[in-house]
């Protein structure tokens, strides 16, 4: 009904204001950017001009205003933090919830299409999404001053998913779906060491301050490999 459009829309409308205001306080960060070039592979990507356009506006990752969309959400796929898809929506939901509109959340999620299309894109970059290999990435390549950082996406990432399997009423991500929930958990095992392997690639590389052909070729497998696995590259 229309009354009811109205009142689901008010609250997306809050919904979606606390999601934007907490991704960006994220990507404003201090020294974000540094954060992003350095857990992601999305520098070597530039250099080896693989894209159809440049991943970076001329004068190098200076900002985030100089980045292109592409390698923004292609670097954070790579390295299983995949941010865009999800970041900001557990403090929504959470806030939502705490602020007593708990029963009108679960009704727009019963009966709006648009809701229940919107939850499910997010639940599935929540299942690409893996903290634990994100977590070697920062180790291994991030600089100790900047980890804090990822311990901020930690949080926001186990939000959101006690969020979500609280609307969709399931006790893991995907259960209403068991095939594609299987499919992605088959894929699991050839996906994972590729991250492994570029993690070791990416800082072979960084401490040489030169791409070997060989290692070039190496790296640019595994990013390849981490995309197909994933089926989706930003």
Known sequence: SKADMTRWTA????????AHSTYRALVETDRFVDYFTSSTPVEEL???????RPARRAGGIVGLESLRAIPWVFGWTQS??????????GSALEQARTSGQGDVLDEMFGKWNFLQTLISN??????????DIAEHYVEVLVDPSLHPIFD??????????????????QERLLDRSPALQRTLEVRAPYIDPLNYL???????N??????????????????????????NTG
């Open 11 to 18: 609250a997306m409308d809050s919904i979606s204001a606390t």
């Open 46 to 52: 530039a250099a080896m001009n693989i894209g159809s």
């Open 80 to 89: 299983r933090q995949i941010i865009p898809g999800w970041f900001g929506v």
């Open 122 to 131: 997010v639940e599935m970059a929540l299942v690409k999404t893996d903290m």
């Open 152 to 169: 901020v996406i930690r949080a926001e990432f186990e939000r959101t998913v006690q969020q979500v399997l609280m609307i969709t009423s």
């Open 198 to 204: 570029q993690i070791s690639l990416l800082a072979r």
């Open 206 to 231: 960084r401490a040489s301050g030169s791409v070997d052909s060989l290692e070039g070729r190496a790296l640019l497998l595994s990013i390849n490999g981490i995309a197909a696995g994933l089926k």
